[in-house]
């Protein structure tokens, strides 16, 4: 094989090696002018608890090591979520707790796209009675309700996040 | 004096449609790309010859990068930590040689995709998907999978604008699979979510699932004897040499490092692994799912639809009659379909007997080639059935001493008009021409051809891995069926050209004719029963 051909394939193999390098990086995609708000949102304390006394028919047909007097069933409620900007409503949706069961965390993972700049931030996620269950209102409303209330800047491009601090009991802003 | 031969005309310059040129069975539709793609593979022969085209040892050139990535791959284990992932990368990447790692790294793997795809576009061109290949099929498609797999966990790894994306609609996609309590992408939702655990976790799926990789690399060629792991060493070498060289002039930038609170973001999109990122990001995640699972589907069940419709194979069947238990078809056949076993009706011939595993056999007839006796081959397509063949041929055309006989290989350049213009040239087309017999070229010069050119493929991109290769060693290496030695050796000529080397052919087959001319003319036999002159070799 001639040097030429030699060189001929050298340049070859480097506008091919080129072409694919360029190809493993093709610039895509663009900053956003916008702003957005996330709301990531995971919670346990959705649960009402009722218990009643066994009685002693049922306690008879139970085995002897499961004769335990009280009997009780946790019930997952639904956490309504509503947050509003500037007091006009940007979401409203019912959560419901994970799994067949319903025995999961409530989790909420949505981002809905906003006007850049300040504006006053509302949301609400509280628990919902349903009233074909059989546990009273009350129950429900006993259960811990998140709400917060803040004017935040909405920066170009940049997400300001709420998410709900299990431990605190509370709904925390994120912005960077 | 030679009198000088007449060009070719007409009916002269039609190739003979013989049994043994059964083309091997492919859909229409295969032909037709192929044909289409043939530039390609014309323009890689100009430039690297068909010795060197990179494009026919695609699938072991991926072996070659994969094995670059492993080796850079342990150099940047050394330095990244899982506590700071964009951080060790962009302190790996400050320094001229992590740089040279980590661009070699990202190199390689980007062309192990490339060439896998290369080798999976050439057996899906070639029909080699159906039938006994259908396990390197799927196999190989899952090792495709491991290998993407590895990348993404790769790109994520190094938690930068791309790696971030990749994870987030990886995640998606993995919340719409019913296997996870509580959705994977909320990890990704707030900044604090992504932590040690998560990247060593990912570290960990990216260095195990290479391991993988072996075992099924193992089913992969196991229906293959004799698979190589690396390309030629020139190929080898060049292919890692290039690497580098393009690591040393292009590194790799680093991209900016992932920011979960940005709305979007401008990335340096991979599109070998990360070609799908843009369909993720334009369609809900059960559409992009079902994207991934429509092409799955396709993918895996090539063997079943993408084949002809009215066409088999022609296995390989054995005369247990004549065959002499000499073991050569059962070295020589490319897909381990022949095995040895003991005679069912003893004989004085020889206690064990070839025996040909349908299900394993590709009907290339490289045992037709390989046996001396002539007791094995596809049906129509055995020694015998060539001498036959044959023996039509020179009763038809009565080849003289000035003429060369070209047999051509029917799955490669074939009988291309333009070799047909070299004056004297009689075309005889025969199978794969690994299962071309000596005796047929014996059968040729006795009956007076001047020469026989054998035009094979390129060695490096047989249809059957291996049937230029054993004919070479059969015509002058004398391996077992060889050509007998009162057979003049200078007449014989084997080629191995592309179909898109009709030039360099054509060349190297006039040359030959002029060789031949040198020669003078050669002796020849009337009446030769070259078949009955076939003796059972020797055993031991």
């Known amino acids: ?176 | 004096m030679p009198r000088e031969p007449e060009p070719n005309q007409g009916a002269a310059a039609t190739p003979d449609r013989r049994p043994g040129s059964l083309l091997h069975p492919r859909p229409a539709a295969a032909a037709w790309l192929d044909r289409r793609l043939a530039p390609i593979d014309g323009l890689f022969n100009r430039i690297y010859t068909s010795e060197h085209n990179p494009l026919y040892k695609s699938g072991a050139l991926a072996i070659t990068f994969l094995a670059v990535t492993l080796v850079t791959g342990i150099y940047l284990f050394l330095f990244y930590k899982v506590a700071e992932p964009y951080e060790s990368v962009a302190r790996i990447d400050a320094n001229w040689f992590g740089s040279l790692m980590r661009s070699a790294h990202r190199y390689s793997a980007d062309l192990a995709v490339l060439a896998v795809a290369i080798h999976a576009l050439k057996m899906v061109l070639s029909g080699r998907t159906w039938g006994p290949r259908a396990l390197a099929w799927v196999t190989g498609l899952i090792l495709l999978f491991v290998v993407l797999l590895c990348g993404w966990t790769g790109l994520i790894m190094a938690w930068d604008v791309q790696g971030q994306l990749v994870a987030i609609e990886g995640a998606r996609l993995a919340d719409l699979l019913p296997v996870l309590s509580e959705p994977l992408s909320r990890s990704f939702a707030d900044p604090d979510g992504v932590g040690r655990a998560f990247f060593f976790m990912n570290l960990f799926l990216h260095v195990a699932l290479p391991l993988g990789f072996i075992g099924l690399f193992w089913l992969h060629s196991s229906r293959v004897a004799r698979a190589p792991l690396f390309p030629p060493k020139p190929i080898h070498r060049y292919a890692i040499g290039a690497v580098i060289v393009l690591s040393i002039i292009l590194p790799v930038p680093l991209p900016p490092a992932a920011d979960l609170l940005a709305v979007s973001m401008e990335i340096p999109l991979d599109i070998f692994y990360a070609f799908w990122l843009p369909l993720a990001r334009s369609v809900p995640a059960w559409a992009h799912l079902l994207a991934w699972l429509t092409a799955a589907t396709v993918a895996l069940s090539v063997p079943w639809w993408w084949r002809p419709r009215d066409r088999e194979f022609s296995r390989s069947s054995v005369d247990e009659a004549r065959c002499s238990g000499c073991t050569q078809c059962y070295h020589d056949c490319p897909y381990e379909a022949i095995t040895m076993v003991q005679r069912s009706v003893p004989s004085d011939l020889s206690e064990i007997v070839a025996r040909v595993d349908p299900s394993l056999c590709v009907a290339c007839g490289i045992c037709s080639g390989s046996c001396a006796p002539m007791g094995v081959g596809p049906a129509g397509r055995t020694g015998r059935d060539q001498l036959r063949a044959t023996d039509e041929f020179i009763h038809q055309r009565n080849p003289a001493a000035d003429n060369v006989v070209l047999i051509t290989c029917s799955h490669g350049l074939g009988s291309h008009p333009k070799l047909l213009s070299v004056p004297g040239v009689l075309p005889f087309a025969s199978g794969c021409s690994g299962s071309v017999h000596t005796s047929v070229i014996e059968l040729l010069l006795r009956s007076g051809a001047g020469g026989v050119f054998v035009l094979t493929c390129p060695g490096r991109d047989c249809l059957y891995r291996e049937g230029p290769q054993w004919l070479h060693e059969r015509v002058y290496n004398d391996r077992e069926a060889e050509l007998q030695p009162r057979v003049d050796k200078r007449r014989v000529r084997l080629a191995g050209f592309a179909a898109s080397e009709v030039d360099r052919a054509t060349e190297a087959l006039g040359a030959f004719r002029f060789e031949l001319s040198e020669l003078g003319e050669a002796a020849r036999e009337q009446d030769v029963k070259l078949e009955f002159e076939c003796e059972p070799v020797d055993v031991q």
């Open chain 1, 1 to 176: 094989m001639s040097s030429s051909s030699h060189i001929l394939r050298g340049l070859f193999t480097l506008a091919l090696l080129a072409v694919i390098a360029l190809a493993g990086q093709i610039p895509w995609g663009s900053p956003s002018e916008d702003a957005a708000l996330r709301l990531a949102l995971r919670t346990v304390d959705g649960k009402v608890r009722t218990c009643r006394d066994r009685t002693a028919e049922e306690l008879a047909a139970l085995p002897q090591h499961m004769r335990t007097p009280t009997l009780c069933e946790d019930r997952s409620v639904d956490y309504q979520l509503r947050v509003t900007l500037d007091g006009a409503e940007v979401l409203d949706l019912s959560a419901s707790p994970g799994g067949l069961r319903r025995d999961r965390p409530i989790i909420v993972d949505r981002q809905v796209a906003v006007a850049a700049g300040p504006q006053q931030l509302s949301v609400r996620f509280i628990p919902v009675h349903d009233p074909d269950s059989d546990t009273e209102p009350a129950a429900s409303e006993a259960l811990p309700a998140y709400a917060i209330d803040r004017m935040v800047d909405f920066a170009p491009g940049r997400i300001v996040l709420v998410t709900l601090d299990d431990a605190d009991h509370s709904l925390e802003i994120v912005q960077q």
